[in-house]
């Protein structure tokens, strides 16, 4: 499996907070509270532990599995628990797998998050990846999303220049270092309502650029 991400670990915070400050880490958190009844909880694409350390720190009791292709990325996230959470690391199952690929159990999550990780795929990836994602969630269960909007989803002109601007940055620098296989920013929510899910809470940022949002798979039968 190629480590696409493994030579960004290092840098990748830093790059982050120089181009966004703390923009992503309050998207990212910002919806934390509609998790706290999980006690099973699938992050994919976790990145380098940040993300992972906010949660395991806010829900005591969950048990978090954590799947992402990049040893690189895993390797980080591993030592930042044991590092700030060490009491934390026996509540976290580590899989270095590839997203598109893994089998997932069925109906066993209570929760699942995925932060600036759709955004890594194309439309035809998108559809199966998301339909995967969602059997594996409990009925009634939540799914997390922190990610870019699409530009031509924002109100102003003004969004929607200053977003095209930088996506178009971002992914030209992601495809050149990671091998990203999208090309630009596919919105995730055509997947998700199709999968069965319906949105519960969104929180926007930076004018709509960036957001938070909370999606609850439906019981069978329920409208
Ligand atoms: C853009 S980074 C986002 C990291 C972090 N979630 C964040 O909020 O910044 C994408 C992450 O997804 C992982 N990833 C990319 N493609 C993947 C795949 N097919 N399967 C599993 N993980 C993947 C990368 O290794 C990386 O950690």
């Known amino acids: 499996m190629a480590d696409g ?5 290092y840098a990748y915070e830093g790059l982050e907070r120089t181009v966004f400050g703390d923009l992503l880490t309050r998207a990212r958190n910002a919806c ?8 099973t909880i699938l992050i994919l694409g976790e990145g380098d532990g940040r993300f992972l350390l906010s949660l395991l720190a806010r829900l005591p009791r969950a048990h978090v599995t954590v799947l992402d292709s990049s040893t690189g990325m895993l390797g980080r996230a591993q030592k930042r628990v044991q590092a700030r959470l060490p009491d934390a690391e026996a509540r976290v199952s580590w899989w270095h797998r590839d997203a598109l690929t893994a089998p997932l159990p069925s109906a066993h999550y209570d929760a699942v998050a995925t932060a600036f990780f759709l955004d890594v795929f194309p439309e035809e990836m998108l559809g199966p990846l998301t339909a995967k994602i969602s059997r594996s969630l409990k009925p009634g269960g939540r799914w997390l999303v922190a990610d870019f909007a699409a530009p031509h989803t ?8 200053y977003s095209r601007t930088l996506v178009a940055l971002m992914y030209t620098f992601f495809r050149a270092q990671t091998a990203l296989p999208a090309k630009t920013l596919v919105p995730p929510e055509p997947f998700l309502r199709a999968c069965g899910l319906e949105p519960v809470r969104r929180e926007s940022f930076r004018g709509g650029f960036v957001y938070a949002q909370v999606w609850r798979k439906a019981f069978e039968g329920e409208s």
């Open 5 to 9: 991400f493994g030579r960004l670990a």
């Open 32 to 39: 934390l509270c509609a998790l706290e009844e999980a006690d």
């Open 154 to 161: 924002l109100p102003t002109r003004r969004a929607r220049l």
